[in-house]
């Protein structure tokens, strides 16, 4: 597959609404930092790449409903964004960033509050529990099973397959840094070869 969908990201020192219209994305906070202006509030994440979460008001106070006051306390926590094109700005469907799903929300239920959409217009919105997979451990036996698909791989197209298995089994750090380790070998192994070639 190739994929174009990177071709399209906006460049802005923020996250923004185009960035998600791919689909939604999990993210996981590593810092708030309130400022001056019309965005006081940016949201760093894992991933992020110098490019915070700005959350309009309406999001602000969803936060603040399910986390509290204390940006600190937001640290460690994951939340769904994803790209609402009926967001208006100036009357016109300009599309903004909303939240679907958060961890730590009280008593762990879905979250109904009611939010202007308009002036002088409220409107229903729900945010779901956000449900993290635990991290299972790599046992010796998955170990030697990756181990040796990472050892039969050929070419990059087939160690990217492996990679994408390896993601989806959702072992902790210690045993995805195993595994990271084994591919690294094996990439320089190919790449070796193909200069070679």
């Known amino acids: ?14 996250l923004n609404s185009d960035d ?22 940016h949201i760093n994440y894992k991933g992020g790449e110098g490019k915070p979460f700005k959350p309009c008001k309406s999001m602000r106070r969803i936060l603040i409903m399910a986390w509290g006051s204390d940006g600190e306390k937001y640290i ?4 769904t964004l994803w790209c609402d094109p ?9 599309g903004g960033i909303r939240i679907s799903h958060m961890t730590g929300l009280p008593n762990d239920k879905t979250m109904r509050v009611m939010l202007t959409e308009t002036r002088g217009k409220r409107g229903a919105y729900s945010v779901d529990p956000l449900v993290v997979s635990p ?12 181990g040796a698909l990472i050892n039969d791989a050929t070419t990059m197209a087939e160690l ?12 902790d750090a210690d045993g995805g840094a195993t595994l990271r380790a084994e591919y690294q070998k094996a990439v320089d192994v190919i790449r070796a070869s193909e200069v070679v070639l």
């Open 1 to 14: 597959m190739t994929d174009i969908s990177k071709t399209i990201e906006p460049k802005s020192d923020q």
């Open 160 to 171: 990217s397959v492996i990679a994408g298995k390896i993601k989806d089994a959702n072992f």
């Open 135 to 146: 991290k299972q451990t790599l046992s010796d036996a998955e170990f030697e099973r990756f």
């Open 76 to 79: 460690g926590q994951k939340m």
């Open 20 to 41: 998600l219209l791919t689909g939604p994305r999990t993210v996981e906070i590593t810092g708030v930092n309130v400022v001056s202006g019309d965005q006081p509030v």
């Open 86 to 94: 009926s967001v208006k700005w100036a009357g016109y469907p300009v």
